[in-house]
């Protein structure tokens, strides 16, 4: 069983940084595959990044590639999303998920423990 908080949500300023906190605790969070994903009003659930129990492999969405930089510190059992250029379409809920990895890394299905989510919200 492992528990996932986020943290680091607010309300910025389009341009701005952000950098959300999920810190873990339960059994073996190193051993875990972790995911980032969110959900704006009205829209399903959107994968953003993920990475290896390891943090050695790194996988993104291509709407956030080259903005977003997910790490993970397996010493504070607790991963990172950090979001610079934010944009008003960033606007949602993020939540942190710990599970299995594999090839359907990008799909909730692989993902067996999720946060409460953090809200973002980016105003233009």
């Known amino acids: 069983q492992v528990q996932l908080v986020e943290s680091g949500g607010g309300l910025v300023q389009a341009g701005d940084s952000l950098r959300l906190s999920c810190a873990a605790s339960?059994?073996?969070?190193?051993?875990?595959?972790m995911g980032w994903f969110r959900q704006a009003p009205g829209k399903e659930r959107e994968f953003l990044a993920h990475?290896?129990?390891?943090?050695?492999?790194?996988y993104y969405a291509d709407s956030i590639k080259g903005r977003f930089t997910m790490s993970r510190d397996n010493a504070k059992n607790t991963v990172y999303l950090q979001m610079n250029s934010l944009k008003s379409e960033d606007t949602a809920v993020y939540y942190c998920?710990?599970?299995?990895?594999?090839?359907?890394?990008?799909?909730?299905?692989?993902?067996?423990?999720w946060g409460q989510g953090t809200q973002v919200t980016v105003s233009s």
């Open positions: 339960g059994h073996a969070f190193s051993s875990y595959a």
């Open positions: 990475t290896s129990w390891s943090g050695l492999t790194t």
């Open positions: 998920a710990a599970g299995l990895g594999g090839k359907m890394y990008f799909s909730e299905d692989r993902y067996n423990y």
